[in-house]
Every structure is written in structure tokens, then in C-alpha cells.
């Protein structure tokens, strides 16, 4: 089972702890011989659940969306971010050089065409900007791509 993430960075710590419980249980529920995460890793969900998805006995595949992406994100993801992309089974690049709105929603694509299931941290709220949560979700409904709303009861962001 391929299952992908996405989901809302920048969550404060009580929304992180009960995301991060509700990615482990969603975990849980698939065979780890047979689970591939597949994730952008970026800060936020896509880390955790990368994470999560290794420590159940997983196996990760990266999207990276840009050239600069790494240097994108914050400076204090940076050694998880590293240690992460050190430990997938295959990279795959959207060919953009530049961090935007545009290579994150092409890494998206490129993402939501690898799986067989996408989680998405999400409120349920139009995106913020071109490439958020809600547009990747949107994309993944466009293209028949099963999505299960991960989002803690009561939580804003």
C-alpha cells in the first residue's frame, strides 16, 4: 500500500501532539511489509508521518519539489529533513529549481500520482496559498485518488 501525506505546517504544539497521535493510529493500520510512505518531507506532517512510517518498519519515497527546496524550509528541519531523505528507497524530483507555490503543487502531483491513498492534515479549509492543503486534496478527488481527512476534533490552526 502506497499512502501518501499532506497537511497544514505551522501547527501549534497541543495540534501537533494529537496529529501526530492520529498519523500513529492511521499507521497502525496498514502492514508494515507492505507500507510505503510517500511524502515531501517537509516540516509538520509530512516529517512526522515519514517518520512514523519508518519507525512502524515502512519503507519512504521523497518528492522533492524544487532544487532549493531544502533551503526553503525552516533552518531547524534541516537535520531531519536530512536524515530522512538519507533513508528513502527513491527521490524522485519535479525538475524545478525555485521553492514556489507552483513546485509545490507540481511535487504534489508528482506525489498523489505515486499512491494509492493520500492523508491529508487538513481542516477542511481552502488553501491559504496556491499549493496548500486544499489543492492538493483538491487534485487527488480530480484524479480518483482515495483521501482520508486526518484533523483533531475541535483544533484550529
Same mark, same amino acid.
Given at each position: 500500500?502506497?499512502?501518501?501525506? @499532506?497537511?497544514?505546517?505551522? =501547527?501549534?504544539?497541543?495540534?501537533?501532539?494529537?496529529?501526530?497521535? +492520529? !498519523?500513529?493510529?492511521?499507521?497502525?493500520?496498514?502492514?508494515? /511489509?507492505? +507500507?510505503?510512505?510517500?511524502?515531501?518531507? %517537509?516540516?509538520?506532517?509530512?516529517?512526522?508521518?515519514?517518520? @512514523?512510517?519508518?519507525?512502524?518498519?515502512?519503507? !519512504?519515497?521523497?518528492?522533492?519539489?524544487? %532544487?532549493?527546496?531544502? $533551503?526553503? !524550509?525552516?533552518?531547524?528541519?534541516?537535520?531531519?529533513?536530512?536524515? +530522512?531523505?538519507?533513508? #528513502?528507497?527513491?527521490?524522485?524530483?519535479?525538475?524545478? /529549481?525555485?521553492? @514556489?507555490?507552483? /513546485?509545490?503543487?507540481?511535487?504534489?502531483?508528482? +506525489?498523489?500520482?505515486?499512491?494509492? $491513498? =493520500?492523508? #491529508?492534515?487538513?481542516?477542511?479549509?481552502?488553501?491559504?496559498?496556491?499549493?496548500?492543503? %486544499?489543492?492538493?486534496? /483538491?487534485? %487527488? $478527488?480530480?484524479?480518483?485518488?482515495?483521501?482520508?481527512? !486526518?484533523?483533531?476534533?475541535?483544533?484550529?490552526?
Amino acid at each position: 500500500m502506497r499512502v501518501g501525506i @499532506t497537511g497544514h505546517r505551522g =501547527l501549534s504544539t497541543d495540534v501537533e501532539e494529537k496529529v501526530r497521535a +492520529l !498519523l500513529a493510529d492511521q499507521v497502525k493500520a496498514y502492514d508494515p /511489509a507492505e +507500507l510505503v510512505g510517500v511524502s515531501c518531507i %517537509a516540516d509538520g506532517p509530512d516529517s512526522w508521518f515519514a517518520e @512514523t512510517v519508518l519507525k512502524r518498519g515502512g519503507s !519512504l519515497k521523497v518528492v522533492v519539489p524544487a %532544487a532549493k527546496y531544502r $533551503e526553503s !524550509l525552516p533552518d531547524w528541519h534541516h537535520p531531519v529533513y536530512d536524515r +530522512l531523505i538519507s533513508r #528513502a528507497a527513491d527521490v524522485h524530483y519535479t525538475g524545478m /529549481a525555485q521553492s @514556489t507555490p507552483e /513546485a509545490h503543487q507540481a511535487g504534489s502531483e508528482i +506525489l498523489v500520482g505515486l499512491v494509492d $491513498e =493520500l492523508i #491529508a492534515v487538513w481542516d477542511g479549509k481552502p488553501a491559504r496559498g496556491y499549493g496548500g492543503t %486544499a489543492d492538493v486534496v /483538491a487534485y %487527488a $478527488e480530480r484524479v480518483g485518488v482515495p483521501v482520508r481527512v !486526518l484533523w483533531p476534533e475541535g483544533a484550529s490552526r
